[in-house]
């Protein structure tokens, strides 16, 4: 059964950076494409950044240009490095593979301004 195990979240002041990490338990992780998803008090969850298997990405508006996903396929791992965080970024953070509606228990990210 796959698992995903989301680690490295806290507390952070405005502006600064935060990396978390996704840990797989998927065979063949390097073929499957997959995403952070982030989801505030209140909200839906939304689509942070995502990565293919060619490692080629895309990212939200909102967090273009400050966050950059990453993975490492010998280590099974997905991470997403935060920078220049801002308090509207506190939520739960989540990764997914694309074709498996599977997720974490999430890590928490709180940004004080």
């Known amino acids: 059964q796959v698992q995903l195990v989301e680690s490295g979240g806290g507390l952070v002041q405005a502006g600064g950076s935060l990396r978390v990490s996704c840990v797989a338990s998927?065979?063949?992780?390097?073929?499957?494409?997959m995403g952070w998803y982030r989801q505030a008090p209140g909200e839906q969850r939304e689509l942070v950044a995502h990565i293919m298997r060619d490692h080629s990405t895309y990212y939200a508006e909102s967090v273009k240009g400050r966050f950059v996903i990453s993975r490492d396929n010998t280590k099974n791992t997905v991470y997403l490095q935060m920078n220049s965080l801002k308090p509207e970024g506190t939520a739960v953070y989540y990764c997914?593979?694309?074709?498996?509606?599977?997720w974490g228990q999430g890590t928490q990210v709180s940004v004080s301004s």
């Open positions: 998927r065979r063949f992780f390097s073929s499957y494409a």
């Open positions: 997914r593979f694309d074709d498996l509606p599977i």
